[in-house]
């Protein structure tokens, strides 16, 4: 008996430590699983990356009897651009405000003219854009986009007569599309057949002088008084998106977008109680306008903006821009500021350019949230 008790208690004692050391195998097993997963939970967090740009742009020139003449001239313009990412995982929201205002003075007929009373503008811009993208396989994303677009004050065209052509929310632009994304490292192609329009025209005056920018009137709104202030477009977009270094300290920035309307093509038709003006101006066979080529060229918006910069500093760079639009729905003027009908109801191609030296205060603020 007392040999057998003996044998237990020395299995006992044996089997201890190897139950021992079974337990301290476990421990970094449980301990690496614990590590992960709390990896695992800071990753579903996500991360916002962050840049707000501030510029501010001046140029300015005096004369005072100076012999090879010439106008003494004030130009400041502010803008700002700031890009807000939130990435987590497969899926990305991006944030950008791009915001310029600029005003211009300049001396025309040599004899001091307030100030005041010869200001005008030389850029007016609000644009901001959300988009919301799932990955799907390698550059291939799914998006949901918002874009808004309108200007801070009131717009002229300048000739004999001054004509106000635009104002805030006058016109002002509300894209919104589902579709997809092409993405690269430093370009990127969004395609969408689904895109919806909302053209604002909130001015009465404007509708009345003929800016209507496409939001469409009843035939008696002059004699009435009643105006429509938006317009909703079903069309096709497409941009284009590329930003890129290509020389040292040297950067090209293009964008193009393209928006055909769906719907613009029932405009010409005659309805009940609304037509299109394009009728009232000699475009009263709809036959002429089922043709594709003028389907295309004339209920088709586009835009393009080229830039050029050359970083010296951090805080100081030299610019040249182009940008040109054709807007189908917008109402031109002539060189002495009268309103040309015809050409303004065929939309018409704008251009502005600009370059100079711009400075700039950088703010990038990258952080987890």
Same mark, same amino acid.
């Given at each position: 008996?007392?040999?057998? %008790?003996?044998?237990?208690?020395?299995?006992?004692?044996?089997?201890?430590?190897?139950?021992?050391?079974?337990?301290? =195998?476990?421990?970094?097993?449980?301990?690496?699983?614990?590590?992960?997963?709390?990896?695992?939970?800071?990753?579903?967090?996500?991360?916002?990356?962050?840049?707000?740009?501030?510029?501010?742009?001046?140029?300015?020139?005096?004369?005072?009897?100076?012999?090879?003449?010439?106008?003494?001239?004030?130009?400041?313009?502010?803008?700002?651009?700031?890009?807000?990412?939130? %990435?987590?995982?497969? +899926?990305?929201?991006? +944030?950008? %405000?791009?915001?310029?205002?600029?005003?211009?003075?300049?001396?025309?007929?040599?004899?001091?003219?307030?100030?005041?009373?010869?200001?005008?503008?030389?850029?007016?811009?609000?644009?901001?854009?959300?988009?919301?993208?799932?990955?799907?396989?390698?550059?291939?994303?799914?998006?949901?986009?918002?874009?808004?677009?309108?200007?801070?004050?009131?717009?002229?065209?300048?000739?004999?007569?001054?004509?106000?052509?635009?104002?805030?929310?006058?016109?002002?632009?509300?894209? !919104?599309?589902?579709?997809?994304?092409?993405?690269?490292?430093?370009?990127?192609?969004?395609?969408?057949?689904?895109?919806?329009?909302?053209?604002?025209?909130?001015?009465?005056?404007?509708?009345?002088?003929?800016?209507?920018?496409?939001?469409?009137?009843?035939?008696?709104?002059?004699?009435?008084?009643?105006?429509?202030?938006?317009?909703?477009?079903?069309?096709?977009?497409?941009?284009?998106?590329?930003?890129?270094?290509?020389?040292?300290?040297?950067?090209?920035?293009?964008?193009?977008?393209?928006?055909?309307?769906?719907?613009?093509?029932?405009?010409?038709?005659?309805?009940?109680?609304?037509?299109?003006?394009?009728?009232?101006?000699?475009?009263?066979?709809?036959?002429?306008?089922?043709?594709?080529?003028?389907?295309?060229?004339?209920?088709?918006?586009?835009?393009?903006? %080229?830039?050029?910069?050359?970083?010296?500093?951090?805080?100081?760079?030299?610019?040249?821009?182009?940008?040109?639009?054709?807007?189908?729905?917008?109402?031109?003027?002539? =060189?002495?500021?009268?309103?040309? !009908?015809?050409?303004?109801?065929?939309?018409?191609?704008?251009?502005?350019?600009?370059?100079?030296?711009?400075?700039?205060?950088?703010?990038?603020?990258?952080?987890?949230?």
């Amino acid at each position: 008996m007392k040999k057998i %008790v003996l044998a237990s208690l020395l299995m006992m004692a044996v089997s201890m430590p190897l139950y021992a050391q079974e337990e301290t =195998e476990a421990a970094p097993v449980q301990d690496a699983a614990e590590q992960a997963a709390e990896e695992s939970s800071v990753k579903t967090k996500g991360e916002w990356t962050t840049s707000s740009t501030p510029q501010l742009k001046i140029d300015e020139a005096y004369y005072n009897n100076w012999s090879a003449a010439g106008n003494a001239r004030l130009a400041i313009t502010g803008a700002f651009n700031g890009t807000y990412k939130y %990435v987590n995982g497969k +899926n990305i929201w991006d +944030n950008i %405000v791009d915001l310029a205002f600029g005003i211009h003075w300049q001396d025309l007929d040599g004899k001091n003219t307030p100030l005041l009373e010869s200001l005008r503008k030389n850029e007016d811009k609000i644009d901001l854009t959300s988009t919301y993208s799932r990955a799907l396989k390698k550059s291939w994303n799914v998006n949901a986009m918002a874009n808004f677009k309108t200007q801070f004050y009131k717009g002229y065209q300048y000739g004999e007569d001054t004509v106000l052509i635009s104002n805030i929310m006058a016109p002002a632009y509300l894209t !919104t599309a589902l579709g997809f994304e092409y993405k690269r490292e430093w370009w990127n192609v969004s395609l969408s057949f689904l895109t919806g329009r909302t053209t604002f025209v909130c001015s009465d005056s404007l509708i009345k002088n003929g800016y209507n920018y496409g939001v469409i009137q009843d035939t008696d709104y002059l004699t009435t008084g009643h105006y429509r202030h938006a317009y909703f477009g079903l069309g096709s977009y497409v941009k284009f998106y590329m930003k890129k270094d290509i020389a040292k300290n040297l950067n090209l920035y293009v964008r193009a977008e393209l928006f055909y309307d769906y719907m613009k093509r029932s405009n010409l038709q005659r309805e009940s109680g609304v037509r299109y003006e394009l009728i009232s101006n000699g475009y009263k066979d709809w036959n002429y306008g089922k043709k594709l080529g003028y389907c295309l060229y004339h209920e088709m918006d586009f835009d393009l903006e %080229v830039r050029l910069e050359y970083r010296f500093s951090s805080w100081l760079a030299a610019y040249a821009g182009f940008q040109m639009r054709y807007d189908s729905d917008f109402r031109s003027v002539d =060189e002495w500021g009268h309103n040309v !009908t015809n050409k303004g109801a065929m939309g018409s191609l704008q251009f502005f350019q600009s370059a100079g030296l711009q400075i700039y205060f950088n703010w990038k603020t990258p952080k987890e949230a």
